[in-house]
């Protein structure tokens, strides 16, 4: 079983996929101008939510595996 996942680092406006300008780094107090919609979004916003989706599905794939360790027959 694959445990590696992706997860997007998207707009707080649009919910749009943020993407990277080739060569940039960002750190934290950086905006991050969404493509779609144009609005600016604050780098450790999109960092945080993007981090609580990730303890998410970390949490919904332990769950899941420990009922499978223990389901009683």
Sequence with gaps: MDKNQTIE????????????EEGKEYQSGDMIKCSECGDFND???VLDIAKE?????AKKELEKELKLKFKHK
């Excluded at 989706?53 to 599905?57: I, M, N, T």
């Design 43 to 45: 780098y450790d916003s």
């Design 53 to 57: 989706k990730g303890f998410e599905l």
């Design 9 to 20: 680092v998207v707009c707080l406006f649009c919910d749009a996929t943020l993407k990277v």
